[in-house]
């Protein structure tokens, strides 16, 4: 599949991954601080693998709202690459890491399928920034959650889930792709893996962090 959309101009800026405050520096810190959660979501189409990631990076059982694909969802489920998935998100999921002393992701899972689209509302309420996750077989279905977080001014990440046997592309080439905003971050990931799921949650706090901050200081001028 070529990463490219001719109905939307091409960018060629490349995603700021250097101006970054360093969470990892602050990670064995302590401080006299109440605690912090922060909620996060993860979104992306259907089938790239948002339930993968919050299950390897939770640290508490995760909740899942998952149903058997059925005969009767074929004609509004579309499974093309996906041979081996059985089970869907219907609602959410739901998980929790603690990134530090004193700071800890919730973590909410959004359904992929268009006909749940509606609960992404409800569950963007008070969320600090989401995860986009890609798989570049699918890159389209990529569009909705970057456009739905573009419009609410969301800062996201989009994590390119690096499936085995397909061709990888480069952050700047899915950057390009996605004509993302100058700065967005774009980082490759495996959903599987913990502290691969674990960077792309303190990238995006990260960068969340830098954004809001920056809007603060605007409103102040």
């Known amino acids: 599949m070529a ?5 939307r101009p091409d960018s060629t800026d490349l995603p700021d991954a250097t101006d970054t405050t360093d969470v990892r520096a602050e990670a064995d810190a302590e401080g006299d601080s109440a605690p912090l959660a922060l909620k996060i979501l993860v979104a992306g189409g259907f ?5 993968t990631l919050v299950g390897s990076v939770s640290e508490i059982r995760p909740l899942r ?9 074929e004609s509004v489920d579309d499974t093309a690459g996906l041979d081996h998935k059985a ?3 219907v609602a959410m ?4 890491i603690t990134i530090r002393s004193g700071l800890s992701l919730y973590l909410f899972g959004t359904p992929g399928q268009d006909r749940f689209w509606f609960l992404w509302d409800d569950l963007s309420q008070g969320a600090l920034g989401a995860v986009v996750i890609a798989d570049t077989r699918r890159l389209a279905d990529s569009f909705f959650a970057v456009d739905y977080f573009e419009d609410r ?9 690096c499936f ?5 592309y480069g952050a700047l080439e899915v950057s390009r792709a996605l004509d993302l905003d100058r700065g967005t971050p774009v980082v ?12 792309v949650l303190i990238r995006l706090v990260e960068y969340a962090g830098r954004v809001h901050t920056a809007r603060m200081l605007d409103a102040m001028s």
């Open 164 to 168: 085995a046997g397909t061709q990888t």
């Open 188 to 199: 490759l990931c495996d959903a599987r893996d913990r502290d691969s799921g674990k960077e």
């Open 65 to 73: 709202t998952e149903e058997i694909l059925s005969e009767a969802g």
């Open 87 to 89: 089970a869907t998100t």
């Open 153 to 161: 001014r969301i800062p996201f990440v989009v994590a390119v889930n």
């Open 47 to 51: 089938g790239v693998g948002k339930t």
């Open 3 to 7: 990463l490219d959309r001719s109905d």
């Open 93 to 96: 999921d739901f998980g929790r």
